[in-house]
């Protein structure tokens, strides 16, 4: 599914006017009806609600989808209901008037902020749901009095929060202390919105649905929106099968360097994550001085003592992941100048990230995928992270073609980013996942995947969507796991897709 930005979600809007003869008062009608049923299926189990609902409009197109729906629960025999009109009279785009003037036409409560401010804030204090229909995604800048108040008394109230399409507030370049409405589910219409997304966004949305609006199937996969949502099952669709005569040096070779004194965790959770995602074979080549630490315990894993001298052939290896607890040393910055000269393809993470800045190297050739979290991405960008917070996905994809890489920008959110612009997230929202040691577990099956055959962009996507899953399953399992809890997982996940 694709992921709309602003500009594309008004021209979708547009454009199903325009060519499909489709009028704003349908669309209206379509989201309102459609919403109201989605969220009674979901937050309801299909029953009718129960407790006071108050459905605040504001004066646009979100405004009227929470009268139509404020209609429908009217309809639908809800009479414990109010209207708030936050900022004025409805001007959306269907019928200014129509759909508040049904609405008391049916004898809803009616009223007014901030002119009825304290008879608002007593509704909106004793309700049970509320509805959020203030503002949308053609906010430009952070919301102000009246309705940065109004927005204040939503959220002081104990009621279930339900956001209309976006919660009032939340837009491109939200910043940190901005208003927003802090929303327990939102019903986002025709395509999830990209800015639901960003990292100072997230945490007001609740779980988010897409509401069908009835927007035209042409308009909805226009392969010029470059965005598109990444799930926790997308890795199944992107597997090939493994041909049953196939043996070890069949299904790939990876050569990973990772580990020095105090990280060899990070290179044994890699190196092992990467031999449970079908590489045949998986080498890891280790300092002198941590060798004889972490050689003995390897089983599957082929231990091999690192010299920066002559003596690795590239030709016998099928990928290379490079930069788990690696460290910084010079030496290390030229080897890894070495392995980009070599042809070879694979996964740059953690310190070889840092290295990689120092070598000043861009063009990657279209063969890499590099896995920085915000603060990696800071040091290898030189933007501030703070910056890079504000958008994540627009940085990752200017750094995937300025270096001609695929990026996986990690976080709660992960962008996947393509040379060509186009981008995935995955909305992971998982916290049990922020432990020690899970990008190492994301880096090794990426680079497991790229060992047995998958191009850059389906290898990073592939590693994305399977770490997720088993995040999950993780989670469920365990609570709070380790690392290396995901392990087995991985095997036993992908088990079940052959």
Not at 343 to 356: E, F, P, R, S
Request: neutral net charge; hydrophobic residues 45%.
């Amino acid at each position: 599914m694709k992921l709309a930005g602003t500009e594309a979600m008004a021209l979708i809007d547009a454009r199903s006017r325009e060519l499909y003869a489709m009028p704003s008062l349908i669309l209206m009608e379509n989201a309102g009806i459609k919403a109201w049923s989605l969220f009674l299926e979901q937050a309801c189990g299909g029953a009718a609600p129960a407790g006071g609902m108050v459905f605040v409009a504001g004066r646009g197109n979100n405004g009227g989808d929470a009268l139509v729906m404020a209609r429908q629960a009217f309809l639908g025999g809800v009479r414990e209901l109010s209207v708030i009109l936050a900022g004025g009279p409805p001007q959306a785009a269907s019928d200014p008037g129509k759909d508040l003037a049904m609405c008391e036409s049916l004898g809803i409560e009616t009223l007014a902020y901030p002119a009825q401010a304290e008879q608002c804030r007593g509704r909106l204090a004793g309700a049970r749901w509320i509805f959020d229909g203030v503002a949308g995604t053609g906010l430009r800048g952070a919301l102000r009095a009246p309705l940065a108040e109004c927005v204040d008394a939503m959220n002081a109230s104990s009621a279930r929060r339900i956001a209309i399409d976006v919660p009032s507030g939340v837009r491109d370049g939200l910043r940190p202390g901005d208003p927003a409405v802090r929303a327990d589910l939102t019903l986002t219409m025709g395509l999830p919105k990209l800015s639901l997304y960003l990292p100072h966004a997230r945490g007001f949305c609740g779980r988010i649905l897409v509401v069908d609006v009835g927007f035209p199937p042409p308009l909805l996969e226009d392969p010029s929106i470059p965005g598109e949502a990444l799930d926790e099952g997308s890795w199944r669709g992107l597997l090939a099968p493994i041909p049953i005569g196939a043996h070890k040096g069949t299904r790939g070779h990876l050569a990973v360097f990772a580990g020095s004194p105090g990280t060899t965790g990070a290179a044994s959770l890699a190196a092992c994550a990467a031999a449970r995602s079908r590489a045949g074979l998986v080498s890891l080549f280790l300092d002198g001085e941590v060798y004889p630490l972490l050689a003995p315990g390897l089983r599957s894993v082929m231990a091999r003592r690192w010299d920066p001298g002559p003596g690795f052939d590239p030709s016998a290896y099928s990928a290379v992941l490079v930069g788990p607890g690696w460290g910084l040393i010079p030496a290390k910055e030229r080897w890894l100048a070495f392995l980009l000269s070599t042809g070879l393809a694979g996964v740059i993470d953690a310190d070889a990230l840092t290295l990689l800045g120092r070598l000043g190297v861009l063009d990657l050739g279209g063969r890499w995928v590099l896995t920085p979290h915000p603060g990696e991405f800071a040091r290898l960008s030189g933007l501030p992270r703070e910056e890079i917070l504000l958008d994540p996905p627009a940085h990752a994809v200017s750094m995937a073609a300025s270096r001609n890489a695929v990026v996986v920008l990690k976080g709660a959110c992960t962008c996947v980013a393509a040379p060509s612009g186009r981008f995935w997230i995955l909305d992971g929202c998982n916290p049990a996942l922020a432990t020690g040691g899970s990008g190492d577990v994301l880096a090794g099956i990426i680079a497991g995947g790229m060992a047995s055959g998958m191009p850059p962009l389906e290898a990073a996507l592939f590693g994305v969507s399977l770490h997720a899953r088993v995040g999950r399953i993780a989670r469920r399992l365990r609570g709070w796991f380790l690392a290396e809890d995901l392990l087995p997982l991985v095997s036993r996940t992908l088990g079940r897709a052959d």
